[in-house]
Every structure is written in structure tokens, then in C-alpha cells.
């Protein structure tokens, strides 16, 4: 009896109800033919088949268990995050960026009014609120474009670079069109377009913009057939006129000690190409080196890149792990002489085209305590002056530029930012090769929705008015340049009644101390543990020292 009354079921009723109608139509066309009964009972007929599918398919419990009505289920699964972003998000709703921060990009890129009515929507006495102080005595702003200088005295061709430019992209996560509108987009606005690690391709090489030639552990347009760093293919890119600085990739914050496959379909003729890899084979990017293995290595590979390049500013980019790791680089440098022109700082909650959740969830150190530890161990080395620091994470306006300066940044990058203004929509769908906008797939079709020359414009219209807001931020706050920003300009509330200063949240190193042995918690025991021979830690020597009595 149950059984029989199985199809009345309310679970079931959707497909036992478009059965039966599709019995009547078929008994109806049977004696009355005509297209009025036809139409329909094709549509029902292949609802029928749908339903019967779902019944006897065995991959989705709840398709088997709710024939056609569990539909409904996956397409609103599917289109969930329009409807939160479009019906349901606040301005400051919205992960990884809010609508507010999207907002602000856009209204930039086109030129468009960004300024904002009747008073902040920030709960200013909420914990973590942070302010820049702003002087009694303002400044005229600045017109100059603000660049800095990078390259130490190891350099023979110093590069003067904005100190706001495009993140690590690489071709392959982006399309064609958006490589080319980011690099015509730089070359107008004088600014440097990193190529990411995914090779130094014909799209970026196309308009002349400046180019930073990022190489990570796969070696892309400068390896050999095994997979190893080729010295003549790295130097016949780096010496091209369009690079300025040449970049190792040790880690990113959104996946490090990750490496990456490009899956063997993806790999077109255009990306094998670009980044010296066969067509249709899977392209591996190892997660880790095989140039270098110890920290001293490290620093000899940097020389080795600079000295390549014919004497450009040289660098890393890295997310901060184990603290002993980068100290044991800072005392390779010490050892050996060789410090890079520049590092730069990817902070845990930057972006990219996919990674494992656990990887861009939770392994990594935020940009702000990663960008401080790093400026910190510098200045405790006495490196301070030679070596440039970029930093880069979720910066995508005046006042985020303003901040990670003050906390030792000399220059900043966007990633995400810069999609933005490319017309990315933040679909979040960027793994799948279904992009919206033609920003990040290789779909040939999808990529004509990114018309180069108009996103160009918007790409050098973003930058533009993001270095005029910081010129109008510094202003306000008495000074003439970003680099006079420092943690004794910012504030931030960590209680309902408790303000504190950067200066206080983030206390500096003395220059040298970490030579001179320092007694700061923060630093002592990495240092004690950090060996410019391995990147393995060894014991401090207060734990030696317990261990052999
Ligand atoms: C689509 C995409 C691709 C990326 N590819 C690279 C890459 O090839 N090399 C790299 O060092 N970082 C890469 N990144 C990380 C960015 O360069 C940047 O460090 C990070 O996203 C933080 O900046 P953001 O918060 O402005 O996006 C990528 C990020 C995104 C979103
Ligand atoms: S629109 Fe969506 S898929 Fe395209 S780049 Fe932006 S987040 Fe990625």
C-alpha cells in the first residue's frame, strides 16, 4: 500500500503530475492531432525524461529523492551569490571585497562621481576602527605623480617606479585582453604591470608598458627542457628595455608552499608559448625551488638575476611563514654581501586564480604584521636604506595605500584591484573558465566581452585618481610625500574606550639590533634559530643549553 501510494508523495508529486499530463497529451494527440497538443507535450515529454532520469541516476541522493523539484534546489545553489550581491548585500557587505570597496574602483575607472553623501557608514567606536590623523595645518596636494627609487648600490639600472602598480597576474589567469588592457593602462599611466609567474608573453610585450618579470618555481620562459632555470632564456627576456626589475616568487599569500597545475586542456599554443611548456601537457609549478636551497643560495640567485639582467633592481616576493625563515635570509645577507633591491610582501588574505581552501584560508601571515616583521628585521640588520619594499594585499584605495606605508611599505601593488577596473564583477568563478567579463579565461568567445582600448582607459583613469586621493590624504595629514606616513600617523580602537597608536601596536627595531643581539620577544629566539645555511630551524640556544644539563 505504501508503495503504490508512493507516487503522491509530496516529494514526488511534481513528477508523477507531469506524467500524467503527459499521458493525457499523448492520449490527445493520438485522437485529435493538432500543434496546440503537440508543443506541449513535447515540453512535458521532456520533463518526463528528466524526472525518470533523476529517479534512477545514482550520483545525487537528492535528485533520486525529489524527481525534478530538486532542480530548483541547484540552479538557486547556482545563482546564490548573484542574488546575495545583487538583492541582498549591504555597501559594506561582500567578501573578499566589500560592495563599498568594488564601488570605488569602478566609479574611478569610469571616471565617474566618487565621492559620498551625508556622513560615513563606518561604526567609528566598533573594535579595529582605524583613522589617519590629520593636521591643523594642511598641506597644499601634491600634483607630482609619487615615485620612488628602486635599487640598491648593486644596481646598475635603478628604476623610478609609482608607488602604486599592478600585482602578479599571470597570462593564463588572466586572458589575452586583459593582459594587454593592463599593460596599455600602465604604459599611459607610467606605472609597472608585474607579469606574475606565468611567463613574459607576447601579450605583455605588445604595448611597452614597464614590466616587472616575476619568475617563480617553474621557471616560465626561462627553462629548460626539465624544468630548470635557464640562464640564456632569462637573460635575452630580462635585458629586453621594457623590464625594469626582475622578481623571484618564493610564495603568495593566498596559497604559499603551494605549487600549481595548469590542467594539459588549458595548456593552448599561446600559453605553451608563453611560458616554454609542450602543448596539452599538464604545466606544473612545483611548490618549491630548485635553483637554490638554502638561504645563502637564495641570495646568490638574486645576484645571479640582477647580474642577468645587466644590473637591473632585483627582488623576492614573498608571504611570511616561520619568522626564522626570512631572518635566516636577513643573516644570509649579512654573510654573504648580496642584498636584493627589493622584497616584496603578499599578505595571507591576497588573492588568486585558485587555491585549496585550507591554503587561502588559513597558512600565511597578514599583510600588516608580515609587512612590519619584515621592514623590522631590516632596519635590525642595518638594510634598511638599500633594500625597497613593495607590499601588497586587498590595497585598493588611497587610505589602504596610506596605511601599509606608514607600517614600511615604500611601494604598494594591486591584484584585484586592478581586475576591478577591468570590469571584474568578483563572480568568483575565475577556476572555472566561465568568466563573465573576459577578465580570467581563455575562452576565446568570453574574452571579446573585455574591449581592450576601454579598459585601458579605466585602468589608468583607477590608478590615476587613487594616487590623486593619497596626494589629497597626505595632504590633510601635513605632509608633502606618502613616505613620510609612519605608525605615529594612524590610530586604531581595540575597545569601546581604548585607542591605540600604530607606534604603540607595532613598536619598532633600533637600527642594528638584531646584530647587536636584541632582547625583543618578537625577534630573539627566531634570530637565535634563524642559520644563513638552511632554512631549517635550529634550536635556540637556550634550549641547547637546557637540553645538555
Ligand atoms: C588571478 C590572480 C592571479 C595571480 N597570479 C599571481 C602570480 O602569478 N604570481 C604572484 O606572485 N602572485 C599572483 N597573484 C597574487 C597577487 O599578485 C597579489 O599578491 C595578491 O592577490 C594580493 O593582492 P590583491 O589583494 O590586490 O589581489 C595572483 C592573484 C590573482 C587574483
Ligand atoms: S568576474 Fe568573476 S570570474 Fe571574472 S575575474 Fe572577476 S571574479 Fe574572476
Redesign the pocket.
Known sequence: MRTLLLPLRARFIAYTAVMVVTAVLLLELYFFPSPFVAIPLVLFSALALVGTVDLIQTKHAVLRNYPLTAHIRFILEEIRPEIRQYFLESEKDGTPFSRDKRAIVYQRAKQALDKRPFGTQNDVYSNGYEWLHHSMAPKAVAKEDFRIVIGGPDCAEPYAASIFNI????FG??SPNAVRALNIGAKKGNFAH?T???GYSSYHRENGGDIIW?I?SGYFSCRNEDGTFCAEKFEAGARSKQVKMVEL?LS???KPGHGGVLPAPKVTAEIAAARGVPIGVDCVSPSRHSAFATPIELMEFVATMRRLSGGKPAGF?LCIGHPWEFLAVCKAMVETGIYPDFIVV??K?????AAPLEFTDHLGMPLREGLNFVHNALIGINARDRVKLGA?????SAFDIARVMALGADWC?????F?FALGCIQSQS?HTDRCPTGV?TQDRLRQRALVVPDKAERVFNFHRATVNALAELVAAAGLDHPTELTPAHFSRRISAHEVKMFSDLYPPLKPGELLSGTRDRRYADAWDMASAREFRAAPPAAQIAVALH
Open positions: 600585482s602578479a597576474m599571470s589567469a588572466l608585474d606574475g609567474e606565468g616575476e617563480g616568487k603568495q599569500g593566498a616576493k603578499d599578505g588574505e591576497g588573492g588568486t586564480g601588497s594585499g586587498k590595497i585598493v601593488n594591486s591584484a584585484r584591484g581586475m575565475c580570467s
